[in-house]
């Protein structure tokens, strides 16, 4: 097989990840898919990038956010909330973006698995970054697009502040950015207090 066929396979396998149903919703009150998600994440990881103290290859982040959704064609979303699917997630996911990459040639499938892990470890400036902003993402989703009072399952301040905790250890601006949602969500009835 030809290299751009090889590449031409993958640009149609990713076709797939417009069909993954994520937990939010949008503006027109139907589920986002996971490419929206990536899309509005990587987008996001620009122009919030002044509030990240740290030196960061904003290609190499968008890489990461435009990517690190691809291990749910074959898994799946899971909810952030659901601590049982949580426990095996990872390998899940894992398995999907081998089988999602392995149509690429050799180069890239170990580049792109390589930025993928990268960012599921959060070892880097960069991984830390665009996890920062994969956490963001659904907080201003859920404020803009929920009518006032919609919490069906119970969910608590302190339970999303204590999944996005990680934050205030990477960028003061960005974690009073969290509180500062969180607040306005609990405001609007979104979280109980």
Do not use: C
């Not at 097989?1 to 949008?26: G, H, P, S, V």
């Not at 979303?77 to 949580?86: C, P």
């Not at 990459?101 to 665009?130: H, T």
């Amino acid at each position: 097989m030809e290299k751009i066929t090889k590449q031409l396979n993958f640009i149609e396998e990713i076709e797939k990840l417009k069909t993954i149903t994520r937990f939010n919703r949008t503006l027109d009150t139907r589920f986002e898919n996971s490419a929206e998600h990536s899309w509005q994440a990587a987008l996001t990881s620009v122009i919030l990038q002044e509030y990240y103290p740290q030196k960061i290859d904003m290609e190499k982040v968008m890489l990461m956010l435009l990517i690190h959704d691809l291990g749910e064609i074959y898994a799946g979303d899971t909810w952030v909330f659901d601590e049982k699917q949580k426990e095996t997630s990872h390998d899940n996911e894992l398995k999907s973006i081998e089988q999602t990459l392995k149509v690429l040639p050799q180069y890239q499938y170990e580049d792109l698995k390589k930025s993928w892990i990268e960012f599921e470890k959060g070892e880097s400036n960069e991984a830390r970054y665009a996890r920062v902003i994969d956490a963001l993402i659904p907080l201003i989703n859920h404020l803009t697009v929920s009518n006032e009072g919609y919490n069906p399952d119970n969910i608590t301040s302190e339970m999303v502040l204590s999944k996005k905790n990680f934050i205030k250890n990477e960028s003061k601006e960005l974690w009073n950015l969290v509180q500062e949602l969180v607040k306005l969500s609990v405001d609007k009835g979104l979280y109980l207090e």
